[in-house]
Each structure stands twice: as C-alpha cells, then as structure tokens.
C-alpha cells in the first residue's frame, strides 16, 4: 500500500500544531509563550549570536525576531550588546535564564504526555524519520 503523502503533510502539520498548543499552554506557568521560551533557549545554546543567526534557529524573519527581541529586553530577560561591525549580540540576563530553567521543568512535565502514545521504539523511529527529513532539505 502507498502511503498518501498529502495525509502525510498533513498528519505532520496537526502533530506539530498539538505540540506547540500544548506546550505554549503550559508555558504560560513560567511566564512565557513557547515564541519566547524557544528564544531564550537559542539564546541559551548560542550566547553572543546576532539577531539573524537567532532568527534562523527560530524559524523567524529577521524582523519578527528583532520585535520579540525587544520584548524579552523589555523584560529584562535577554540583554543586547554591541558585538563586530554592525553586529549586535544578545545574551540571558540572570532573569532570562531563571525563565528559561522554568520553561525547562514544564517542557520536561509536559512532553512524556504529549508523546505518550507512541512507545519507545515509536518514538525513536519518528526521531530517526524526522531527523532523516531535516538533513535532506539542509
């Protein structure tokens, strides 16, 4: 039997617009849309990284970015500093990472639920099959 690829799409589409609702939901505990959590958590992973590069790893536009950026300044979670040339680099300020390790223990209460349907193997071979479709399309 051939697999109906636009189901396919279309299944992918409905279980990544559950995850999100599910963990922006749960987010709002730690006091962030999971927009702002990815952001602190790019921000995290790659300290000094200008607002492009943290747009890309953010699926972002470059200007959607910097309007969240300036949000999370606003609140005194992600600080902005002068980097090479015209670059600007943005880093967690004490708050930000205090937010971002909340955001980690909801995400960490929330996922065995959103994925527990599926058993291990399940789990791991949509990872392998998920990880497969990303380096195809790099």
Do not use: C
């Not at 963990?23 to 959590?37: C, I, R």
Request: proline residues 4%.
């Amino acid at each position: 039997m051939t697999t109906d690829l636009e189901l396919l799409g279309q299944a992918l589409k409905r279980a990544q617009y559950r995850n999100h609702r599910t963990m922006d939901a749960a987010l709002q505990d730690a006091g962030v849309s999971l927009v702002q959590w990815d952001a602190l958590r790019a921000i995290d992973q790659a300290p000094g990284a200008s607002a492009h590069e943290l747009a890309v790893a953010t699926f972002q536009s470059d200007q959607s970015f910097g309007t969240l950026a300036g949000r999370l300044i606003d609140r005194g979670l992600v600080a902005r500093a002068p980097g090479r040339g015209r670059r600007v680099e943005h880093t967690l300020t004490e708050a930000g990472a205090d937010t971002l390790a909340a955001g980690r223990r909801v995400v960490a209460a929330e996922l065995p639920k959103l994925f527990a349907p599926l058993d291990e193997p399940q789990r791991a071979a949509l990872f392998q099959a998920l990880t497969a479709l990303q380096a195809a399309g790099a």
